[in-house]
């Protein structure tokens, strides 16, 4: 996540030489990625999308943001 993004809210991941972005309130992905890892990605949004909104909100007042628990 960046800040100075533009709405809608989303998230950015990177993959080897993958990159896409999710929405966090809809799931839409843009972009490239190995099945599997989307697969991966898209769950761990799931588990954690109340936290990306409020990092997304923080980063629209450029305040710093919250940990996430990392994918594993």
């Given at each position: 996540?960046?800040?100075?993004?533009?709405?809608?809210?989303?998230?950015?991941?990177?993959y080897g030489s993958?990159?896409?972005?999710?929405?966090?309130e809809?799931?839409?992905v843009?972009g490239?990625f190995?099945?599997?890892?989307?697969?991966h990605v898209?769950d761990?949004?799931?588990?954690?999308?109340?936290?990306?909104?409020?990092?997304?909100?923080?980063?629209?007042?450029f305040?710093?943001?919250?940990p996430v628990?990392p994918l594993?």
């Amino acid at each position: 996540m960046f800040y100075r993004e533009h709405a809608p809210p989303h998230f950015h991941a990177v993959y080897g030489s993958y990159e896409i972005t999710v929405g966090i309130e809809s799931g839409v992905v843009r972009g490239e990625f190995p099945t599997r890892a989307l697969r991966h990605v898209l769950d761990w949004s799931a588990q954690h999308k109340e936290e990306l909104m409020e990092n997304w909100e923080k980063a629209r007042k450029f305040e710093a943001l919250s940990p996430v628990e990392p994918l594993e």
